[in-house]
């Protein structure tokens, strides 16, 4: 019985997934040197350089060979793929990011709470619903640590309380001759309760990312997932000048979690 039943898991974990989470999307620019490289709704970017590539989300176990086709046909190499980030540690962000790291032989770059998730394969994760390869990471990213590689800066912003140690990145990009803000953000939804004795600075924590989210004023904003910022319709118009809609999706996702800090808290 019990055997069965560990059988049946992973299964059961698999079905779960969102169809759209593993089928392609067209490979596709989406301003100055920022390519997207996802699948239908799980958003991995490939921010490009002379001197090599970096790379932001790696998606399930089946889509390292979507990301790596993708990638390939947009005519950069796999192998100057140098840098592995993460916006969160997952499984629908860095399931792929072990056999990623094989393809590319590129380093990982994580946040100090999130770094022991990835090196576990999930294992450490307080939700407890995250499970995939373990991958070692090379650097560990403080909040406000620049990533630099050739003429790429990206900055590292700790927006932690999606995951213990969720991130987004932040870079200016060249479009049409004009210096625009590039956001590469993790919204914070609430995926676990806001009692888990694993993370009990959980609400500290995501109050922190909205008071600083409401300060960023990007000029185009991408997000871990597709539907989080209209990717099917920006990439139908071909305009990803959507830096207006930012405030707003904050301040949705913020009176979501206050919602449910009443529901759960009381508060
Ligand atoms: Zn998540």
Redesign the pocket.
């Known amino acids: 019985m019990l055997k069965l039943w560990l059988f049946a898991l992973p299964l059961v974990a698999l079905a779960a997934n969102p169809p759209e989470w593993s089928r392609p999307f067209p490979p596709h620019r989406i301003a100055g040197h920022i390519y997207y490289v996802g699948t239908e709704d799980l958003g991995c970017y490939l921010i490009t350089g002379k001197s090599g590539h970096i790379l932001l989300n790696t998606g399930l176990e089946d889509s390292p060979a979507m990301i790596a086709a993708s990638i390939e046909k947009l005519g950069f190499k796999l192998t100057d793929v140098k840098i592995l980030l993460t916006n969160?540690a997952?499984f629908?962000?860095v399931a792929g990011l072990a056999d990623m790291q094989k393809m590319t032989g590129a380093k990982v770059f994580a946040t100090p709470p999130d770094a022991p998730l990835i090196e576990s394969g999930g294992k450490a994760d307080p939700s407890g619903f995250t499970n995939y390869k373990p991958t070692k990471v090379d650097r560990i990213l403080k909040d406000g640590d620049l990533i630099q590689l050739g003429e790429i800066t990206l900055k590292t912003i700790h927006h932690f309380g999606?995951?213990p140690g969720?991130s987004s990145y932040e870079t200016t990009i060249t479009e049409n001759g004009k210096k625009l803000n590039f956001l590469m953000v993790n919204m914070g939804?609430v995926?676990m309760p806001l009692t888990s004795p694993g993370y009990p600075n959980i609400v500290k924590d995501f109050r922190a990312t909205f008071a600083h989210q409401k300060t960023l004023r990007p000029d185009i904003w991408v997000a871990?997932h597709g539907s989080q910022y209209d990717l099917k319709e920006k990439f139908r118009t071909k305009n990803f000048l959507n830096g207006a809609s930012y405030q707003e999706a904050v301040a949705d996702y913020d009176k979501r979690f206050e919602r449910q800090v009443k529901i759960e808290l009381g508060q």
């Open positions: 969160q997952h629908d962000h999606h995951t969720s939804s995926v871990t």
